[in-house]
């Protein structure tokens, strides 16, 4: 067993039967070449049963949820709710922690608005208050989904930003944590596994610190939720976000998971209809939590997609995934660390990794490689994949990704890696 | 291979064997322009002299991080451009931008353009645009700043 919590008690995943779930697959790219599709970690592809259920609400059942007095309204609504339900047993979480935002990016920044927002909210939003002297922990090896927003939430506030540095290979430093989480410390930020390295920092290990001197603890599970069993009541933090469209879920719609005392307590981030009480000429009150965070109408469709979404990886395993993706790690780590002139950045082991494998080839930039690729029909991601200062940390500009999820296969793994030997050969100096 | 349309001979050779890299001086304006899609960036100089009474682009010069494309456009940037009036480099740095946004479709004139007509192949590639405007327009921005510098701007706000 891996500290990640991998059992030997898999299945493999049928990946042939999986493929023919997901018709994109099935389309011929650039020179009528077969998609090989190694960008799952920026979003992944979506199968039938999926593309099925938002048809069928669409066809059947389309109305605004929580509004209309007729039979539509009524089952879009009972839909919408039921969505919920299903997000919330993906994760092991209870329905009324689940709160539905456009995306993981959007659920960060509710958090961190609702911070600011307490300011001036009533005083059982206390604990929510940053000002002057107070300290938002981050880590350098985070999205800009969970930089940027607390970059801003300091600047609105007076808060001070500090952060968490890495290691050589990509990996959390810790050895400052105990200096770095005092009791100025009002909230840590971290992500369950970054989207460049793979690394899985210990955020259960950091949430206990970060507790035991009283901050909240929120977490960026956009990289972690579809690839891995996440159980929000061993996690050990306050808040997680997800997106539904990185799970084979639609885009536009993304998860805030946060426990139920901190929600009741938190002020509101977007304001509008569906999400108040009562409104009059000079005040409103607002509902409930996850209903007080939902305002306008809801994404109801893209709610039963994604519910649809945790159906299908329920059906495989979220266990047989991970073990999957960790098999198909362990041979990119090996193929491309094979190759003269490449560098991986991140471990070079899947102990605590994930299916995230970046690198950079010596004197072919990045975006060289990525179109060399390309051409094959092999799709990466070349850039710095929204994490700058990461990637400056590590001493490099940009980074060609692959990323793999359930429909993934080890001749992937080899076309990538005969595809950069090609990119290698191409840009030879003359 | 259908990308060797982009990847011309001599966009490669511009790319291995950049003009102009390394910034000199003297200058008139020194801009940083950075692509936030992948990082590229460039740091870019312009001198401008008089010819006749009309400004001119006595030099450009660059520090740059990034792709081939961006490289070698910015290498044969420099060498199409230097020597021109800048009333002649503007229309060239138009021309050049109209291919770009071509994809694909544009007859460029090469006694316009010189070596610049080889990304023609670029404005196939949406994605990779950016990358051979990026030392462009630091160019571009570069010379309107050195002509409020020198205080030529009036005559070619045109």
């Known amino acids: 067993m891996t500290a990640t919590g991998i059992s030997a008690a898999t299945r493999p995943l049928e990946v042939a039967e999986i493929r023919a779930d997901f018709p994109i697959l099935g389309r011929a790219v650039r020179g009528g070449r077969p998609l090989v599709y190694l960008d799952s970690g920026a979003t992944s592809h979506k199968p039938r049963q999926v593309l099925d259920a938002e048809r069928d609400f669409y066809t059947i059942h389309n109305s605004a949820a929580h509004r209309g007095a007729h039979l539509l309204g009524e089952e879009a609504t009972d839909a919408y709710e039921g969505a919920r339900a299903r997000v919330a047993a993906f994760i092991n979480g209870d329905r009324g922690e689940i709160v539905f935002a456009k995306s993981a990016t959007e659920a960060l920044n509710l958090v961190a608005y609702a911070m600011s927002n307490a300011a001036t909210a009533g005083p059982e939003a206390e604990r929510f208050r940053v000002g002057p002297g107070d300290e938002v922990l981050v880590t350098e090896m985070e999205h800009h989904a969970n930089l940027v927003p607390w970059q801003q939430l300091c600047q609105r506030t007076g808060a001070t930003l500090r952060w968490f540095g890495i290691t050589p290979d990509g990996r959390l430093d810790l050895s400052n944590a105990a200096e770095l989480i005092g009791d100025r410390t009002k909230i840590v930020a971290i992500t369950y596994q970054s989207n460049v390295t793979g690394a899985i920092p210990p955020v259960g290990q950091i949430a206990a610190l970060a507790h035991a001197r009283g901050a909240l603890v929120v977490v960026d599970g956009a990289q972690s939720v579809p690839h891995r069993p996440v159980d929000v009541a061993a996690l050990g933090a306050d808040f997680l976000a997800f997106s539904a469209h990185k799970m084979l879920g639609p885009s536009g719609i993304g998860v805030l998971w946060g426990r139920r005392e901190l929600l009741g307590a938190m002020p509101p981030f977007i304001t509008g209809g569906s999400m108040i009480e009562v409104v009059r000429m000079e005040v409103s009150t607002f509902l409930p939590p996850p209903e007080r965070f939902e305002a306008g109408v809801p994404a109801a469709a893209q709610a039963v997609g994604l519910a649809a979404a945790c159906d299908y990886l329920d059906a495989l395993g979220m266990q047989n995934v991970a073990a999957h993706e960790e098999a198909l790690t362990a041979h990119a780590l090996d193929a491309l660390g094979a190759i003269d002139g490449v560098r991986i950045l991140g471990p070079l082991s899947t102990d605590d990794r994930g299916g995230a494998v970046s690198f950079t080839i010596d004197g072919v930039h990045p975006h060289d490689v990525g179109q060399l690729l390309d051409e094959l029909g092999i799709a990466v991601r070349a850039n710095h994949h929204c994490a700058w200062p990461l990637h400056r940390a590590l001493g490099v500009q940009a980074s060609t990704r692959a990323t793999f999820y359930v429909y993934n296969t080890h001749g992937e793994v080899d076309a990538l890696a005969e595809g950069v030997r090609q990119a290698q050969r191409f840009f030879a100096a003359a | ?158």
Request: charged share 25%; glycine share 8%.
């Open chain 2, 1 to 158: 291979m259908e990308v060797e349309s982009m990847y011309r001979e001599i966009i490669l050779d511009h790319y291995r064997h950049p003009h102009s890299r390394g910034l000199r001086g003297p200058y008139d304006a020194e801009v940083h322009h950075v692509n936030p899609l992948c990082g590229d960036e460039v740091t870019l100089r312009v001198a401008l002299k008089d010819a006749g009474g009309e400004p001119a682009i006595a030099d450009v010069s660059y520090d740059a991080l990034g792709c081939s494309i961006s490289q070698a456009s910015a290498s044969v940037m420099t060498q199409t451009l230097i020597g021109k009036t800048v009333r002649e480099a503007m229309g060239i740095s138009a021309a050049f931008l109209e291919l770009m946004q071509s994809r694909g479709t544009a007859e460029p004139d090469e006694d316009l353009l010189g070596d610049a007509v080889a990304f023609e192949g670029v404005s196939k590639y949406p994605a990779r645009v950016k990358c051979a405007l990026l030392g462009w327009m630091a160019w571009k921005d570069a010379t309107a700043q050195a002509l409020d510098v020198t205080g030529q701007a009036d005559e070619e706000q045109t």
